[in-house]
C-alpha cells in the first residue's frame, strides 16, 4: 500500500510572530521555518504504518519554494521513502492546494493520503477536506487514531465532547489531530539516508490548473496587546475593581 | 516594631517593605533549603534614593544588610544568617526593574538590576537581539543577583563570561554613597577598574543597582544535537573537534552522564529518547549569517566525525530544542525531588578532566558501591556539577555521615588536577572553608584588606566569603 503524506513550511511554532509594517502580511525574512507540526504527526503515522507492515512506501509532498525541499527531507529522515515539490512562488489558498494535490493523487494513486488538519500558519482546516470532495475520496478528519480494520481503516475522531469512531474504506484521506501520536526526533543516520532519496520537483505551471485567488488578504494586524495586570492591595479595592472597571459584579 | 526598623523605614512606601512573617521565612530560606536565616524585615526599594536612604541608616546602626535577588543562590549567599549577633535586614532588588535603554548601535542595554533574567531575554529577542548569559534558574533570577554571583551558565562558551560582556555598572556602597561607572564604551584605560571588583563580590563590597551588558545580534536558526558516548575521552576528543571547526558557531557543549541522565527519566516522566550509555551530550549550534545549507554540512561535518553516529539526534523544530534541553536543564530539578546529595561545582583543566573523573569516580565507590555521581554540565567551559547521591535510600545516613570524607576527596582531586572548586556558584556560606584552605593566603588576606576598605562596618553580607 502507499502513503502519500502532506507536508507544508511555516514558521516555527516558537517564534514570535510579527507583522510586517505595511501589514500585507507576517515577517518571514530572517525566521526559522519548520514543518507544519500537524504534518509531523501525519509523517510520523505513516511511518509507524510502514513499520507495522500496512504500507510499503511514503511518497511526502510538499507545494512551496525551493527551500520547501528541506521540509521534505526532515520528512524523509523520519522515514519517508520519496519526495515531490511541487514549486511554486506564490501563497496558493486552500482549495488551489488542493487542486494541485488532486493531480500527484492522479499521478502517483496512493491508497492512503495522510495529512494535519490545517497548518498553523492560517489555520484554515480546509485543504483535506476540499481534496476529498476533488478526488471523491472517503475522509476521515482530525484524527486522534487510526487503525487497520481488513480492508478499511477504523479512525477515532476528536469532536466537540468527545470523541467518534468512524470506518472509512480506501482509498482515503486522513487529517491529524495532535493526540495522535508523537512524532519521532530525527537520528543522525537516518538524516544521511534522506539526503541519498531522491525528490522529484515538478513546476505548478505544469499541470495547466487555473490557480487565480478567490481570497484577497486586505490586512494582517497584530492581536491586541493585552492590558499589564495590576495589584491590589486588598479585598476591599479588588471587589471594587471587580465592580468599576471588569463589570462582572454589581 | 523595633525602634531601629521604623527608622530604616521612615521615608518609605508601605508597598518597599514588609515585615509579616510569611514574607521573612520566604525569603529567608534558601532554593535548596540548606540554609535558613532570620531577618527582622525585606525591604523592596522602588529607587536608588530610597536605597541610598536606608543604607546610609543601616551604616549607622551597625545593621547587616543581605542584598537578595531571585534567591537562586545554591551557596546560601543571599539569606540571612542562622545565628547573627545584628540586626538583619534582606534588600530585595525586585522592584527596581527598569530597562533603561537599548542601545542598538553600540549593542549594549542598560538594565536596573532587579529585572528578571528571562525578561530581559525576550525583550531582546523581540528586538532581534540576544543576551550573552542564560541559566537554568533564568525565570527568578535578577542581571544583579548574576552579576554579583558572575553567574556562567550554558553560553559562556560562545559569549565569554558575564564579566567580559560587563560595559558598566551603579552601585550603592556600604556608606551610601553612589558608584557610577555606566560609561558606553568598549574601552577605559584609567586606572583601577573598580567594577571588576563588584562583579563577583556576592553583595559584600556593595550594592549593584544597574549594568550596561553587551548584547549581541540573535541567530538566525539554532538547532540542538543530542548524542551519546561510551567514554569521556571520545567525547572530549570531539568536542574539540567541533570547536576547532566550528569555533564560535557552537553556542553550548553539556555533559550528561549516565546516573543524571537516568534521575531526569525517572523523577521527571521523561521519555527515554536515546540509547542507554554512560555519556551523553548536548551541543547546540547557531547560525549567524545567510550561509547556505549551514546545518546540512554540519550533518556532513558529525557523521564524518563521528565513529558511531547512531545515538545522535540532529532537533528539527524549536520544540524539540526545547525538548532536548529538557533533558539537561531539568537536572537540577530531578536532584531535588532526591532525599539526600551532595552538590559540588567544580572546573577542571579540559587535558585533566578524564582523569579526574576515573580517580574521583573509583575513590567514592570504594566508600560505598551505592554511592554514585550526577556529573552534568557546562563542559565546554570546564565546568562539572558532580553530586553524589545513593542509589539505596538507606544509606543516605552512611552518605551523610561521610559527606566531610567525600568532600575532602573531591577537593583534594580538584585542587591536584589543577581546578577550582566553585566554578559558578560562588562561594556565600556553603564554601568558607575551602575558600581559606585552596586560595594562597596572599589571596585571602588581600580579600580581607578590600572588605575593610569598602565596608568597614562589617553591613553588606557579613560572614560570607570569609568570616569577618
Ligand atoms: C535551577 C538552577 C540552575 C542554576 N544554574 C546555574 C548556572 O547554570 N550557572 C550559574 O552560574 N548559576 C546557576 N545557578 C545559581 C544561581 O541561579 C545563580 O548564582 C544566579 O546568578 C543567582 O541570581 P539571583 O538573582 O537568584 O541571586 P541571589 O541568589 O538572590 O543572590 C546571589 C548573590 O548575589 C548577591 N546579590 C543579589 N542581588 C544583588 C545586588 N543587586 N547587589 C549586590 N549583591 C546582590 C546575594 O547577596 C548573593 O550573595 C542555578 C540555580 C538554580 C536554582
Same mark, same amino acid.
Given at each position: 500500500m502507499?502513503a ?6 511555516v514558521i516555527d511554532?516558537?517564534? #514570535? ?20 507540526p500537524?504534518d ?11 513499520? #507495522? ?10 507545494i512551496?519554494?525551493e ?12 522515514g ?6 511541487v514549486?511554486?512562488?506564490?501563497d496558493?489558498e ?17 491508497e492512503?493520503?495522510? &495529512? ?12 483535506g477536506? &476540499?481534496?476529498?470532495?476533488?478526488c471523491?475520496?472517503?475522509? +476521515?478528519?482530525f ?24 470506518s ?7 487529517t ?5 501520536n ?44 493585552? #492590558?499589564p495586570?495590576? &495589584? ?12 468599576s ?6 | ?10 521615608n ?5 517593605y514588609?515585615?509579616?512573617s510569611?514574607v521573612?521565612?520566604n ?7 540548606n540554609?535558613n ?18 543604607i546610609?541608616k543601616?551604616?549607622e ?9 531571585g ?14 549577633? &545584628? ?33 530581559i ?12 548569559l ?28 558575564l ?12 556608606d ?7 560609561k ?14 563588584l562583579i ?9 543597582? +544597574? ?5 549581541f545580534?540573535k541567530?538566525l536558526e539554532?538547532?540542538?544535537?543530542f548524542?551519546t558516548?561510551s ?12 570547536r ?9 557543549f ?6 543524571a ?13 536515546l ?7 548536548l ?10 545549507d ?22 528539527k523544530?524549536?520544540e524539540?530544542?526545547?525538548q532536548?534541553?529538557d ?24 587535558d ?12 567514592i ?5 551505592c554511592f554514585?555521581?550526577?556529573n ?13 547521591f545513593?542509589?539505596d535510600?538507606?544509606k ?8 566531610s ?17 566553585s ?8 564554601r ?17 584588606k ?9 553591613i ?9
Amino acid at each position: 500500500m502507499k502513503a502519500l503524506v502532506c507536508v507544508k513550511r511555516v514558521i516555527d511554532y516558537n517564534v #514570535k510572530i510579527r507583522v510586517k509594517a505595511d501589514k500585507t502580511g507576517v515577517e518571514t525574512e530572517n525566521v526559522k521555518m519548520s514543518m507544519n507540526p500537524f504534518d509531523e504527526i501525519a509523517v510520523e503515522e505513516a511511518v509507524k504504518m510502514k513499520e #507495522k507492515g500496512i504500507l510499503n512506501e511514503i511518497v511526502v509532498l510538499s507545494i512551496g519554494s525551493e527551500s520547501s525541499q528541506e521540509t521534505i527531507r526532515s520528512g524523509l529522515a523520519m522515514g519517508g521513502d520519496r519526495g515531490i515539490l511541487v514549486k511554486t512562488t506564490s501563497d496558493l489558498e486552500p482549495l488551489n492546494v488542493a487542486k494541485v494535490i488532486s493531480k500527484i493523487v492522479e499521478k502517483e494513486k496512493p491508497e492512503i493520503i495522510i &495529512m494535519g488538519k490545517q497548518a498553523i500558519d492560517d489555520d484554515s482546516n480546509q485543504t483535506g477536506q &476540499m481534496l476529498a470532495q476533488i478526488c471523491n475520496l472517503s475522509q +476521515a478528519t482530525f484524527a486522534s487514531k487510526v487503525e487497520k480494520n481488513g480492508e478499511k481503516f477504523d479512525v477515532t475522531r476528536e469532536i466537540d465532547g468527545g470523541l467518534e469512531t468512524i470506518s472509512v474504506e480506501l482509498p482515503c484521506i486522513i487529517t491529524t489531530d495532535l493526540r495522535l501520536n508523537e512524532p519521532r526526533y530525527a537520528s543522525l543516520p537516518n538524516i544521511m539516508k534522506a539526503k541519498q532519496k531522491k525528490i522529484e520537483q515538478i513546476d505548478v505551471g505544469s499541470f495547466g490548473l487555473n490557480l487565480e485567488s478567490r481570497l484577497e488578504i486586505i490586512e494582517v494586524n497584530d492581536p491586541p496587546e493585552r #492590558k499589564p495586570g495590576i &495589584m491590589v492591595q486588598d479585598v476591599e479595592e479588588l471587589i471594587g475593581k471587580l465592580k468599576s472597571e471588569a463589570k462582572v459584579l454589581s | 516594631m523595633n525602634e531601629q526598623l521604623t527608622y530604616l523605614i521612615q521615608n518609605l512606601d508601605q508597598n518597599e517593605y514588609s515585615y509579616e512573617s510569611e514574607v521573612i521565612s520566604n525569603h529567608s530560606i534558601d532554593w535548596r533549603k540548606n540554609f535558613n536565616g532570620n531577618a527582622s524585615i525585606v525591604i523592596f526599594p522602588k529607587s536608588v534614593d530610597k536605597l541610598v536612604n536606608v543604607i546610609k541608616k543601616c551604616n549607622e546602626k551597625k545593621i547587616s544588610v543581605i542584598p537578595q535577588g531571585g534567591n537562586t543562590s545554591l551557596v546560601g549567599g543571599s539569606v540571612p544568617l542562622e545565628n547573627s549577633k &545584628m540586626l538583619q535586614i534582606i534588600i530585595n532588588f525586585k522592584k527596581l526593574n527598569k530597562i533603561i535603554n537599548l542601545d542598538p548601535n553600540s549593542f549594549s542595554i542598560q538594565i536596573e538590576s532587579g529585572c528578571i533574567l528571562e525578561d530581559i531575554q525576550h525583550f531582546l529577542s523581540k528586538k532581534n537581539f540576544y543576551f550573552p548569559l542564560s541559566i537554568g534558574s533564568r525565570g527568578n533570577c535578577q542581571i544583579g543577583g548574576n552579576i554579583s554571583s558572575h553567574a556562567g551558565g550554558t553560553n559562556v562558551i560562545k559569549y565569554g563570561t558575564l564579566r567580559s560582556n560587563i560595559l558598566g555598572l551603579e552601585a550603592v556602597m556600604a556608606d551610601g554613597s553612589f558608584f557610577s561607572s555606566m560609561k558606553n564604551v568598549r574601552k577605559d584605560n584609567t586606572g583601577y577598574d573598580l567594577k571588576q571588583l563588584l562583579i563577583g563580590s556576592e553583595g559584600t563590597l556593595g550594592l549593584i543597582t +544597574a549594568a550596561n551588558i553587551r548584547v549581541f545580534p540573535k541567530p538566525l536558526e539554532t538547532r540542538v544535537v543530542f548524542g551519546t558516548f561510551s567514554n569521556i575521552e571520545d567525547l572530549l576528543n570531539f568536542y574539540s573537534k567541533i570547536r576547532i571547526n566550528y569555533h564560535d558557531l557552537l553556542t553550548s557543549f553539556e555533559l550528561v552522564n549516565s546516573e543524571a541522565m537516568e534521575l531526569v527519566i525517572q523523577k521527571n516522566n521523561k521519555k527515554r529518547i536515546l540509547k542507554k550509555n554512560n555519556f551523553y551530550c548536548l551541543i547546540e549550534l547557531s547560525n549567524f549569517t545567510h550561509n547556505v545549507d549551514f546545518f546540512g554540512k554540519i550533518e556532513d561535518f558529525f557523521f564524518e566525525s563521528l565513529e558511531d553516529s547512531e545515538d545522535f539526534i540532529f532537533s528539527k523544530s524549536y520544540e524539540e530544542n526545547k525538548q532536548l534541553w529538557d533533558y539537561r536543564e531539568l537536572i537540577p530539578i530531578a536532584e531535588t525531588k532526591l532525599e539526600f546529595c551532595i552538590n559540588h561545582d567544580i572546573s577542571i583543566p579540559l587535558d585533566k578532566i578524564s582523569s579526574f573523573i576515573k580517580k574521583t569516580e573509583k575513590e567514592i565507590s570504594l566508600i560505598d558501591k551505592c554511592f554514585r555521581i550526577i556529573n552534568f554540565g557546562h563542559i565546554g567551559d570546564n565546568n562539572l556539577h558532580y553530586n553524589i547521591f545513593s542509589t539505596d535510600d538507606k544509606k543516605n545516613e552512611k552518605l551523610k555521615q561521610k559527606q566531610s570524607v567525600i568532600n575532602k576527596i573531591i577537593f583534594e582531586n580538584v585542587s591536584n588536577h589543577g581546578g577550582s572548586f566553585s566554578a559558578e556558584h560562588g562561594v556565600g556560606q556553603l564554601r568558607i572553608d575551602e575558600l581559606k584552605r585552596y586560595k594562597t593566603s596572599f589571596e585571602v588576606e588581600q580579600m580581607r584588606k578590600i572588605k575593610k576598605i569598602f565596608d568597614p562596618n562589617n553591613i553588606l553580607n557579613p560572614n560570607k566569603l570569609f568570616k569577618n
